[in-house]
């Protein structure tokens, strides 16, 4: 039988031309980030399964990779008649790929929090996995590149990331970017004046879809939920505020939301005098973002050139790890999406010409004692910090010229009887077509 060959939906294999721009996305992403001082760790693909669950709300549980256990896992478990998925899940899945790097980031802050100095800046890129529907800019292998502060409760936090998301993509050249952001406060201020505080995870998760459904299908499933119809209007006054000063009028008394409300305006404010290069600051009351931790400010961030939904988002989280043992810990962070961004960067072609060359020079091979000889040359281009390579076999000089113009080499340096007895080698420019003869320094002086 043939063995498919075929990868899972939702998985991607990557070729060189896109891993070469993928890296050039996380080289520009991790050197800002520790530009800003943030430290680098990793945690396992695997954690065991409660550590995730119970962290993401309902929809999110329901998207985790669970692993299962190792051996003959059935015979362990008790089937009944009264068993069904869930509860089988339970008796043969004791661990599960990791949903995001935020939860397996405060169980290991939990972990380790005797060899951490606080406030703690971190961060980290790695894959994560979700058992979503397919979709463009939507996978259930990706990659995420997350920065967080833990252990502070200072909004100034919040500050640098809105500047640290703006210098990113600055760096990268994506122009007319747009920060949207919220505050949980606002929005369990809301959801109180609505009668709905006790619905408060469904109606998040709800709201997060104005986007996709709309407000009238938002509306509906509101109302299915058990929020009561005469209340809707209430998020329809919410829904039309555009700017935070018109909060408090509609906030009324609720002390929570004029805590939130606070926040916003001590982060507006200052982000406005320091200022922003590419991006702008928006508020949005119907950003929702419907994972479970999140209880202060909330962001999320846009291209308004391509229409791809957020390509970052992030918040802050007042009390992740006290489920883990470590109580009174607050942090904030935000996430980057690498592969929407590479769609984005991609869609307006923003990556540089030059991006796919890896080797600058080629030493053509014309048998052993010609490439013996090139070995220490290849050496002496190398050690300058030179990408060469010399062809691994006295191929046909048309099939190693072939290779040299499929990989974009700049230049082909040919050595034979001639150049060894000169000292000098004959260099062909790629590019012009032109060839001349020359010496190592003036070949190095010629590339640097």
Excluded: H
């Excluded at 380790?112 to 894959?127: A, D, T």
């Excluded at 918040?315 to 883990?324: A, K």
């Excluded at 030179?386 to 700049?410: C, F, G, H, R």
Aim: hydrophobic share 40%.
């Amino acid at each position: 039988m043939k063995a498919n060959v075929q990868i899972p939906k939702g998985t991607r294999d990557f070729s060189s031309d896109i891993m070469f721009r993928r890296n050039y996305i996380f080289n520009k992403v991790k050197a800002c980030f520790e530009r800003y001082g943030y430290a680098p760790i990793e945690t396992p693909a695997m954690e065991n399964i409660e550590t995730l669950t119970g962290k993401y709300g309902e929809e999110g549980d329901r998207l985790i990779f669970k692993v299962l256990n190792s051996g003959d896992f059935l015979s362990k478990s008790k089937i009944t008649e009264n068993t069904n998925s869930k509860s089988l899940s339970k008796e043969i899945s004791s661990k599960a790929l990791r949903y995001d790097l935020t939860v397996p980031f405060a169980r290991f802050v939990a972990t380790n929090n005797n060899n951490i100095s606080f406030p703690f800046k971190r961060y980290q890129m790695q894959n994560v996995w979700r058992a979503d529907r397919p979709q463009r800019g939507r996978y259930r292998e990706f990659y995420q590149c997350d920065a967080d502060v833990i252990g502070s409760k200072s909004l100034l936090n919040e500050i640098e990331l809105i500047q640290l998301s703006d210098d990113i993509f600055s760096d990268l050249n994506i122009s007319n970017i747009e920060i949207l952001i919220n505050n949980r406060k606002i929005l369990s201020a809301m959801i109180e004046l609505m009668g709905a505080s006790n619905l408060f995870d469904k109606f998040v998760i709800v709201l997060d879809k104005i986007d996709k459904i709309g407000f009238e299908n938002v509306k509906s499933e509101l109302v299915k939920i058990g929020v009561k119809k005469e209340k809707i209007d209430i998020l329809n006054s919410f829904l039309n505020v555009k700017d935070i000063n018109q909060l408090p009028k509609i906030l009324q008394d609720s002390k929570i939301g004029n805590d939130g409300f606070k926040e916003l305006s001590y982060i507006f404010n200052r982000i406005e005098k320091i200022g922003l290069k590419n991006s702008s600051l928006k508020f949005d009351i119907s950003l929702a973002r419907g994972l479970n931790y999140y209880t202060g400010s909330i962001f999320e961030v846009k291209s308004l050139d391509v229409n791809i939904g957020s390509i970052a988002g992030g918040g802050r989280y007042d009390d992740l790890t006290s489920i883990f043992g470590l109580n009174d810990v607050s942090g904030v962070g935000i996430s980057f999406g690498i592969d929407r961004i590479f769609l984005v960067m991609d869609e307006l072609k923003l990556f540089p010409n030059d991006i796919d060359v890896s080797t600058r020079v080629l030493f053509l091979n014309f048998g052993e004692i010609e490439s013996d000889y090139c070995l220490s040359l290849v050496k002496k281009l190398r050690d300058n910090n030179i990408n060469t390579e010399l062809y691994p076999a006295s191929d046909k000089i048309k099939k190693q010229m072939t290779y040299a113009n499929n990989k974009e080499v700049e230049f082909v340096v040919i050595v034979g009887e001639d150049e060894m007895n000169s000292g000098k080698l004959s260099v062909k420019n790629m590019k012009t077509g032109d060839q001349k003869n020359m010496s190592m320094s003036d070949l190095i002086n010629l590339i640097k």
